[in-house]
């Protein structure tokens, strides 16, 4: 998706490569264990949005340096670390279309590897020499946390609001998006009003992110979304779909999702998703993703016009493709 993109043709296999030598540097220890797990993790790829969006706010204020990059994998090390202990906490199997850490080495091995990921990106925190950033990075971790525990109390729960999951979206998953723009945003010398609309930018696109992965788990496929089709059904989950036919849809849909989330049970999913695809739920649902999207875009008036920022509003955009 982003290598079509002007920009991104020209700039991001730079980009991405000066980010993987801080990582693949930072990612190694003198135990064999967390390097061999840490470097399964990191190399299964992924999109990488956390980092291009450190970057990208960074060079959009005409800020192109090595802390840049470094800052970059400190967001990718946050996020992978996040993923290794959600698969555990999830019993996942799949992660980015492979094995899972958990599945491969077990399960302390990989709750331990995320410990050391999550403390190296404190280490290359420090490195950057900025209190405000470390600052910016511990209170967004503290808050994914609270994000993740809100999500596991929430499992089952066929009355929650959609604010409320709105809310925990927020927390869990598009916190770090928006600390990731912040980041870049203090390395360049943002003014407080670049600072928030970058801040902005990144809760906003992180919010369209996840409604779209929700979208996903009853549109997508194992191939394209890197996991299987039904984990969140199957975990529990009230993702926006769900919530959407228990409060519009017709009375056996709504009775059948808050039978499927309260057993948490696979075999559910093909009814439910029968359900899913035979009402409004994945276009009201595409409906909000988009309107995420506008408020990102709207936040990039506050910044200079210039080629990086285009190309932010092309990612922002290009997001919804994953469900076109």
Known sequence: MLENLPYFQKNLESDLGRVNVVINRAVQSEVALISQIGTYIISAGGKRLRPIITILAGKSLGYDDDKLYSLAAMVEFIHTSTLLHDDVVDESELRRGRKTANNMFGNAAAVLVGDFLYTRAFQLMVGSGSMKILEVMADATNIIAEGEVMQLMNIGNTDITEAEYVQVI????????EAAAQVGAILAGASAEQEQALKDYGMYVGTAFQIIDDILDYSGDTAEIGKNVGDDLA???PTLPLIYLMRQ???EAAEDVRTALHNADRSYFEKIHHHVINSDALAYST???RIAVQRALASLDKLPDNEVTLAMRSLAEQSLARIS
């Not at 927020?170 to 998006?177: E, M, R, V």
Request: no cysteine.
């Open 170 to 177: 927020q927390y869990k998953t598009a916190k770090l998006f």
């Open 235 to 237: 975990e529990g989950k």
């Open 249 to 251: 849809g017709s009375a």
């Open 287 to 289: 409906e909000q993703a």
